[in-house]
């Protein structure tokens, strides 16, 4: 019997909540309410959240702050703040939220039906932010799978312990524990049986997976679900430069499933800042993996984090982050103004920057590295690229008018994680095609599928 009640999740922040927000919607799938897009419909509103920017918490607190207009008029809705500000914020929560019915923390999802059920039968305010050493298991719910979706995330580890000092993650996510290899691949397995043909392994340093738990290692991981029936392509992120092994190098460059791209989170290009930001690698390090890298997988494509604004950075330290830009050329970047935590140690060093300075330095930054992605992008011309369908498009994208009229645009990814579109109505979505490229833009490539 279809239930008639239903639950809206809005989730902010990283891959891994996307990954998070997916088992929460299943758990609440087992208490009856099903999911939906529409939040006035919702019985349960749920609002995932992040804390790594104080943009992000921001974002949390303006979306939970609707909670008490719409409490008046609809006193049974269960309000549930969940994730990294939750566990970061605990009891504190209902100072800025007084409507709010649960704060559930990053280690407390085993334990949320229990709390839906409570505050059903009349409980109020239930605060769950338990550490717990164990990581919440259950098998992907095929009522929240949706329809079409060929590239899914799969959480393989969770916490991290490598206390970079900017960062909240170690003190909201706890101390790092590894998925057993089992439950991964009988997750994979699954999804590869539903249609889904791409997996992103997510973890904050995939490259200590299994180290603690005396399981297999990463690139042993990565074997095994190269061995997947039905699965195309398999990427994984973060890994930690000072972690990236030589064996995980070849695994990129033999395991065909494998894509020949790598993110890899620099965060500054100048060995003063590396150390303060407690990165455990120097510049220097750092380019010689890169070239290593490129030696073992020629034609890589890689992408990085970089914070600017890094408290007592100097213009020569940030000159240094534009030399090491200049040096690696990144496909892309993902770039931010460094943002304070208080709970993060960073957030008690001396000469913090203005928040104009750090502005300035980002967008120089990303004029810098607009030239190289828009170079990375034209070196794709004139090649045949391996594409999997994600999706019909019906913009016009990057501006340009590409389009080709009564005929079908289809849009994918590239291995290297470049966004193709082409026309085509002979195709459909989770199908890979070869396609021949023939235009570059900014943010993506156009071309036509090859004759065969
Ligand atoms: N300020 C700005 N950026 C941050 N990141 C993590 N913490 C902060 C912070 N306090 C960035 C890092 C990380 C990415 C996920 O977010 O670059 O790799
Ligand atoms: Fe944060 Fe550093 Fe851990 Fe990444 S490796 S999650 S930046 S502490």
């Known amino acids: 019997m279809k239930s008639s009640r239903y639950a809206f999740i809005y989730t902010i922040g990283c891959q891994m909540n996307v990954y998070d927000s997916e088992k929460l919607a299943s758990i609440l799938n087992s208490c009856g309410f099903e999911k939906t897009d529409d939040m006035d419909k919702a019985d349960v509103v749920v609002c995932n959240t992040c804390s790594i920017r104080h943009k992000a918490e921001e974002k949390a607190y303006s979306f939970l702050g609707r909670f008490s207009r719409i409490k008046k008029t609809k006193p049974h809705l269960i309000t549930v703040m969940a994730g990294c500000v939750a566990q970061q914020e605990g009891e504190k929560a209902f100072e800025r939220v007084p409507h ?89 397995t699954l999804l590869a049986g539903s249609g889904v043909k791409e997996v992103t392994l997510l973890g904050q340093n995939v490259n200590s997976y ?87 997988c020629p034609d890589i494509s890689l992408s990085t984090d970089i914070i600017v604004g890094f408290p007592s950075e100097t213009i020569e330290d940030f000159n240094d982050t534009l030399d090491l830009v200049r040096a ?71 501006g340009y008018e590409f389009f080709e009229k009564n005929m079908e645009q289809m849009t994918g990814r590239s291995e290297s994680n470049k966004i193709v579109h082409f026309p085509s109505s002979r195709f459909k979505i989770g199908d890979m095609v070869r396609i021949r490229i023939e235009n570059a833009y900014p943010h993506s490539l156009w071309g036509h599928p090859e004759l065969n």
């Open 100 to 188: 709010l019915d649960i704060v559930l923390g990053t280690q407390a999802f085993s334990r949320f039906n229990r709390h839906i059920q409570a505050i059903q039968s009349g409980s109020s305010r239930i605060v769950d932010i338990e550490d717990s050493p164990a990581i919440y298991e259950s098998l992907p719910d095929s009522s929240t799978f949706e329809e079409n979706k060929v590239s899914k995330f799969v959480t393989i580890m969770q916490g991290c312990e490598n206390f970079c000092t900017y960062c909240v993650v170690p003190y909201v996510r706890g101390k790092e524990r590894s998925r057993k290899p089992d439950h991964i691949i009988e997750e994979i």
């Open 210 to 296: 299994g180290k603690k738990e005396g399981e297999i290692s990463f690139p042993e991981l990565l074997k095994k679900i190269n061995q997947i029936d039905g699965l195309y392509r398999i990427r994984f992120a973060t890994s930690h430069p000072k972690d990236l092994s030589m064996d995980l190098m070849h695994a990129i460059r033999d395991l065909e499933k494998v894509c020949n791209h790598l993110h890899l989170p620099v965060q500054s290009g100048s060995d003063r800042i590396l150390k303060k930001m407690n990165r455990g690698y120097t510049r220097q390090q750092y380019l010689d993996k890169i070239s290593e890298l490129k030696r073992q």
């Open 328 to 398: 690696v050329e990144f496909d892309s970047i993902f770039a931010f103004a460094y943002s304070n935590r208080s709970s993060a140690p960073a957030a008690k060093f001396s000469a913090q920057l203005d928040e104009k300075e750090k502005l300035d330095r980002l967008n120089l930054l990303l004029q810098l590295q607009e030239a190289y992605t828009e170079k990375k992008n034209k070196e794709q011309i004139a090649k045949t690229l391996e594409v999997l369908i994600e999706g019909r498009s019906n913009k016009k994208h990057d």
